[in-house]
């Protein structure tokens, strides 16, 4: 999969089959439309493509109220988001830079600017809340009426659902907000996981005998948050058991940047104390235990990870 920032790109496709959108989470339904788009890539002789956006433009929009409250929660960073649609065989994404330039276009200079003379469109497939253009003042009909006079077919795909409820990016954090990793998981299609490569920290776990591997989130704010039982992959042939911190580190920063910290039960003698740095892991968030808390002390703080790593032992116990 190739992945371009913006559309001024040699390499990019002469003509494609498109699909617009954000894309947090990659989730089910996202995964649908996916596939649809690439079947009908398919049949037309095109490759599929992404467009999405970096920042959210919900993002943009509440910096530039002063709002900072409004943005949403992220699910996934750039990089797990480009891993899924990767996974979903789609062979190119471009990821559009989402300032005051592109949010003032105008439906129709939209559609001429980057969709005909960016990306040679041949076929587009949207959602069906799908809105665009400044102010929103594009939808559906708009894009399917400038398709026949520019030369590319437009389609629409319906809502899709699991067990009878609507699957979308909101109910994705609506339940990572709940700690409901299981509703988390059947509207993702797969457990949730963050992935990135693994940074020096403090160091203070080691100090308090509970050694960490940390990666950054990239955004404020975290859709999931929270103390976790986890499983890493990439350490080892097999993924090892662990329970992690994903917050802000209240008793020890509190700086406000998201960091995900993760403690593995196993840990070989073998590896020494600095095996996992630079190494990309991914870390599944697989039950949540609590809410991060603010320990009065670093003895407290050390007595709180090692009732949390007892407890994270008893969940894979009672869940081998």
């Known amino acids: 999969m190739?992945?371009?920032?913006?559309?001024?790109?040699?390499?990019?496709?002469?003509?494609?089959?498109?699909?617009?959108?954000?894309?947090?989470?990659?989730?089910?339904g996202h995964q649908a439309m996916l596939a649809l788009l690439r079947s009908e890539a398919q049949h037309r002789g095109l490759p599929s493509c992404v467009m999405s956006f970096e920042p959210h433009p919900r993002d943009h929009f509440?910096?530039?109220?002063?709002?900072?409250?409004?943005?949403?929660?992220?699910?996934?960073?750039?990089r797990d988001k480009l891993s899924e649609l990767q996974r979903c065989g789609i062979d190119q994404v471009v990821v559009l830079r989402f300032d005051n330039?592109?949010?003032?276009?105008?439906?129709?200079?939209?559609?001429?600017?980057?969709?005909?003379?960016?990306?040679g469109t041949r076929y587009v497939l949207v959602g069906d809340d799908f809105r665009f253009g400044a102010k929103r003042a594009g939808d559906y009909a708009m894009l399917d009426a400038s398709g026949q006079a520019h030369g590319f077919d437009v389609a629409?795909?319906?809502?899709?659902?699991?067990?009878?409820?609507?699957?979308?990016?909101?109910?994705?954090?609506?339940?990572?907000?709940?700690?409901?990793?299981?509703?988390?998981?059947?509207?993702?299609?797969?457990?949730?996981?963050?992935?990135?490569?693994?940074?020096?920290?403090?160091?203070?776990?080691?100090?308090l005998g509970f050694r960490t591997?940390?990666?950054?989130?990239?955004?404020?704010?975290?859709?999931?948050?929270?103390?976790?039982?986890?499983?890493?992959?990439?350490?080892?042939p097999q993924p090892l058991p662990g329970v992690a911190s994903l917050g802000v580190r209240p008793t020890v920063e509190d700086t406000g940047r998201v960091l995900l910290e993760t403690h593995c039960l196993e840990w070989p003698a073998a590896w020494g104390?600095?095996?996992?740095?630079?190494?990309c892991v991914r870390v599944e968030?697989?039950?949540?235990?609590?809410?991060?808390?603010?320990?009065?002390?670093?003895?407290?703080?050390r007595?709180?990870?090692?009732?949390?790593?007892?407890?994270?032992r008893a969940w894979f116990a009672a869940n081998p």
């Open 273 to 279: 104390p600095d095996a996992g740095y630079g190494r």
């Open 62 to 78: 509440a910096r530039r109220a002063g709002k900072p409250e409004l943005a949403p929660a992220r699910i996934a960073t750039l």
């Open 156 to 207: 629409r795909m319906m809502s899709y659902e699991v067990h009878g409820s609507r699957v979308s990016s909101s109910a994705v954090r609506d339940a990572l907000a709940s700690g409901d990793m299981a509703r988390a998981a059947a509207l993702l299609g797969r457990p949730y996981s963050i992935s990135g490569h693994v940074v020096h920290g403090r160091k203070l776990g080691r100090d």
């Open 303 to 312: 007595d709180g990870i090692a009732r949390d790593e007892r407890d994270a």
């Open 2 to 28: 190739q992945v371009f920032r913006g559309f001024h790109h040699p390499g990019i496709a002469p003509a494609c089959a498109l699909t617009i959108g954000n894309f947090d989470g990659v989730h089910r």
């Open 101 to 119: 330039a592109l949010a003032s276009l105008t439906p129709d200079e939209f559609i001429a600017q980057v969709l005909v003379r960016g990306l």
């Open 285 to 301: 968030l697989l039950h949540k235990l609590h809410d991060e808390r603010r320990y009065d002390t670093l003895d407290a703080l």
């Open 213 to 236: 591997l940390n990666l950054r989130f990239a955004h404020a704010r975290s859709a999931a948050m929270g103390i976790f039982v986890v499983r890493v992959h990439g350490l080892a």
